[in-house]
């Protein structure tokens, strides 16, 4: 039997795609190895959001081809973004390459493993697609875990962003087509789910006249089986009073919000054609209206023209609102994107300053949020143990970006299991504690 390994690059909307091709690929027949150096073909879904993206998309290809010399593999099958960017010039580039998938042929993986197998070179490029609800997904988080994208693409066209070019317009997923995706999910015995898009407070504006995003997590929210249910990447403009009610009474719902806020000067924020918000007034809606919320946002520097005070006034409004997860990036002059063309580009020294100051400032507010929850107990999911402690994360981590909680119990906990803990120590991402109390039956 032929055997197909998978490695999935870049963000969890990217996961899912992956998370696809091996339901795809496993339903034709072929066997799923996640040793590469046992595999016939290696599938790699690539990331290309920004340049270092891209050079760790090259780098995994190159690595994944010296398996031809070390292990067995015969073929080498190339997806996503970057496939999507670069199109045929890849080929040229990286005769490594034996098959191309683009983002919105990810359907056909199977045609791409059996053409590059037979020595065709297959390409299948072509407009984004919006990937069927129907196609089988074998999941590759652990198995109390998974994400569903909620929509396709973006329809934002941020100056700075490529998005668009690689994933299409905004397209939202119908709303019984992610309710039964859920319930499938639920049933598997998934009990975090994470409702991920671009964009997600857009989803069924296309589709039903207006963004209908509170009713369809209220929905999920309902569904039985699922303890927690997630909401990343919300737009600082739709984020509405009906939003924030749900959030704040269905139990099941996270109270934590992603805003990529990516700056706070309105000069800037214009020039990058994204809103102008008032940011302070922003957190202080969303803190009212959902006690105990945390808050996380991502913010760019070194944008063209970003000058030493719109630098001043970002870190003084993080400084202000106390975001309890700030991501930092510096700016990354993208081929093809309107930025890209901009005067006043910022020097690298300049940019590594910057993201080092707001970096350390973040870090110091973070540690200062941890140590106001000490005493205080949290509802925790247990995903494994490390030396003596048990680690997991509380309704205020993310999968894969945020903190861990650390804790000590008197018995053996399950991953996937609920257990209640009491913070006794604060560090600047990661909080330490107790078990409380008897655990939850996973």
């Given at each position: 039997m032929i055997c197909v390994g998978i490695i999935s690059l870049g963000c969890a909307k990217?996961?899912?795609?992956?998370?696809?091709?091996l339901g795809l690929l496993g339903t034709a027949g072929y066997a799923i190895t996640s040793d590469p150096g046992s595999a016939d073909v290696l599938v790699i879904n690539t990331c290309a959001f920004i340049t270092p993206a891209q050079r760790e998309s090259i780098a995994a290809i190159l690595e994944a081809a010296r398996y031809r010399e070390e292990g067995r593999l015969k073929a080498l099958v190339v997806a996503g973004c970057l496939a999507q960017r670069h199109g045929r010039a890849l080929l040229q580039e990286m005769p490594e390459i034996d098959a191309l998938v683009g983002t919105g042929r990810v359907g056909e993986v199977v045609a791409a493993v059996t053409g590059a197998l037979a020595g065709e070179k297959p390409v299948l490029l072509g407009p984004p697609g919006l990937p069927s609800g129907t196609a089988p997904r074998l999941l590759t988080t652990p198995p109390y875990l998974a994400y569903i994208k909620i929509?396709?693409?973006?329809?934002?066209?941020?100056?700075?962003c490529i998005i668009p070019q690689l994933?299409?317009?905004?397209?939202?997923?119908?709303?019984e087509e992610i309710l039964a995706e859920a319930r499938s999910l639920s049933a598997q015995g998934v009990k975090e789910v994470v409702l991920v898009a671009q964009d997600t407070t857009r989803w069924g504006l296309d589709l039903y006249g207006r963004p209908d995003l509170p009713v369809l997590l209220q929905e999920v929210a309902r569904l039985e089986g699922l303890r927690w249910v997630r909401l990343l990447y919300a737009y600082p403009t739709g984020i509405s009073d009906e939003l924030l009610g749900v959030m704040a009474e269905e139990e099941k719902v996270c109270n934590y919000l992603d805003i990529p806020l990516q700056h706070v000067s309105p000069r800037l924020l214009r020039a990058m054609k994204r809103p102008v918000?008032?940011?302070?007034?922003?957190?202080r809606r969303v803190r009212?209206?959902?006690p105990g919320v945390t808050l996380r946002t991502t913010f760019i520097v070194g944008f063209?023209?970003?000058?030493a005070a719109d630098f001043a006034l970002l870190a003084a409004t993080v400084r202000e609102c106390g975001f309890d997860r700030v991501g930092i990036f510096p700016y990354f002059r993208e081929e093809g994107t309107e930025a890209a063309a901009l005067p006043e580009q910022v020097p690298w020294k300049e940019k590594r300053e910057r993201l080092r100051q707001l970096r350390a400032l973040a870090r110091e507010i973070s540690l200062q949020r941890n140590r106001e929850k000490v005493g205080r107990e949290f509802l925790?999911?247990?995903?494994g143990k490390k030396g003596r402690r048990f680690y997991g994360r509380s309704e205020?981590?993310?999968?894969?970006?945020?903190?861990k909680v650390y804790f000590t119990a008197r018995e053996a906990l399950a991953p996937g299991t609920f257990v209640r803990v009491r913070v006794s120590r604060a560090q600047p991402y990661d909080l330490i504690g107790e078990m409380t109390g008897i655990p939850e039956v996973p």
């Amino acid at each position: 039997m032929i055997c197909v390994g998978i490695i999935s690059l870049g963000c969890a909307k990217n996961l899912v795609d992956t998370e696809v091709m091996l339901g795809l690929l496993g339903t034709a027949g072929y066997a799923i190895t996640s040793d590469p150096g046992s595999a016939d073909v290696l599938v790699i879904n690539t990331c290309a959001f920004i340049t270092p993206a891209q050079r760790e998309s090259i780098a995994a290809i190159l690595e994944a081809a010296r398996y031809r010399e070390e292990g067995r593999l015969k073929a080498l099958v190339v997806a996503g973004c970057l496939a999507q960017r670069h199109g045929r010039a890849l080929l040229q580039e990286m005769p490594e390459i034996d098959a191309l998938v683009g983002t919105g042929r990810v359907g056909e993986v199977v045609a791409a493993v059996t053409g590059a197998l037979a020595g065709e070179k297959p390409v299948l490029l072509g407009p984004p697609g919006l990937p069927s609800g129907t196609a089988p997904r074998l999941l590759t988080t652990p198995p109390y875990l998974a994400y569903i994208k909620i929509a396709e693409g973006c329809s934002n066209r941020c100056s700075f962003c490529i998005i668009p070019q690689l994933r299409g317009p905004y397209r939202s997923r119908c709303r019984e087509e992610i309710l039964a995706e859920a319930r499938s999910l639920s049933a598997q015995g998934v009990k975090e789910v994470v409702l991920v898009a671009q964009d997600t407070t857009r989803w069924g504006l296309d589709l039903y006249g207006r963004p209908d995003l509170p009713v369809l997590l209220q929905e999920v929210a309902r569904l039985e089986g699922l303890r927690w249910v997630r909401l990343l990447y919300a737009y600082p403009t739709g984020i509405s009073d009906e939003l924030l009610g749900v959030m704040a009474e269905e139990e099941k719902v996270c109270n934590y919000l992603d805003i990529p806020l990516q700056h706070v000067s309105p000069r800037l924020l214009r020039a990058m054609k994204r809103p102008v918000v008032d940011v302070p007034g922003l957190v202080r809606r969303v803190r009212a209206a959902v006690p105990g919320v945390t808050l996380r946002t991502t913010f760019i520097v070194g944008f063209p023209g970003e000058t030493a005070a719109d630098f001043a006034l970002l870190a003084a409004t993080v400084r202000e609102c106390g975001f309890d997860r700030v991501g930092i990036f510096p700016y990354f002059r993208e081929e093809g994107t309107e930025a890209a063309a901009l005067p006043e580009q910022v020097p690298w020294k300049e940019k590594r300053e910057r993201l080092r100051q707001l970096r350390a400032l973040a870090r110091e507010i973070s540690l200062q949020r941890n140590r106001e929850k000490v005493g205080r107990e949290f509802l925790v999911l247990v995903e494994g143990k490390k030396g003596r402690r048990f680690y997991g994360r509380s309704e205020a981590d993310a999968p894969e970006v945020d903190g861990k909680v650390y804790f000590t119990a008197r018995e053996a906990l399950a991953p996937g299991t609920f257990v209640r803990v009491r913070v006794s120590r604060a560090q600047p991402y990661d909080l330490i504690g107790e078990m409380t109390g008897i655990p939850e039956v996973p």
